[in-house]
């Protein structure tokens, strides 16, 4: 680990992907979203489950 490598390989991608990050606040929001929609859609196509 003290090495650098896994610092170098980690930390380069790590860099790209925190620039695209989003709070998990956020993602669970859209999620939810989504899932409502799609259990809203089901329901009004008459799936009694939904």
Excluded: I, Y
Aim: glycine share 18%; aromatic share 4%; charged share 25%.
């Amino acid at each position: 680990m003290e090495n650098g490598t896994n610092g170098g390989v980690g930390g380069g991608g790590s860099g790209e992907r925190q620039s695209h990050r989003l709070p998990l606040s956020d993602v669970v929001s859209d999620c939810l979203r989504r899932w409502f929609q799609d259990t809203l859609k089901e329901a009004k196509a008459g799936d009694l489950s939904m």
